[in-house]
């Protein structure tokens, strides 16, 4: 009986291990180049991918559109490009952040007034 009791707690401490692992080397690369959010000519917010990453961003404001998504929910842009959110009005204060698949996996962006 102590045996298997052994048994079944080193099988379950290797598995938490080996998972643990597979977590850590699957997250990417570390030196992530993050997103460049800003305002284009005509006051909208733009959002810069740098080449070879991937990356999807939100932009949240208390004026409408009040929550977007760029390029849109659950999906991930490669780069090199620009994400293009939808027109927010005239001195509306947006916050922008993305998610990436490289460290670090989270951007919290700048707070944005549309102009």
Known sequence: ??????????????????????????????????????????????????????WSCEAVSTSPPFLTFAPALDQFALGPTQ???PPFPHGAHVWVNCNGNALPVVYYGPVLTVR
């Not at 692992?21 to 305002?39: D, E, F, K």
């Open 1 to 54: 009986m102590p045996n298997r009791l052994l048994r079944g707690l080193c099988i379950t401490a290797t598995t938490a291990a080996a998972a643990a692992a597979l977590v850590t080397t699957s997250a990417g690369s570390a030196s992530a180049t993050p997103p460049a959010p800003h305002l284009d000519r005509s006051g909208q917010i733009v959002v810069d991918v740098p080449a070879g990453e991937w």
């Open 83 to 85: 994400l293009h959110f």
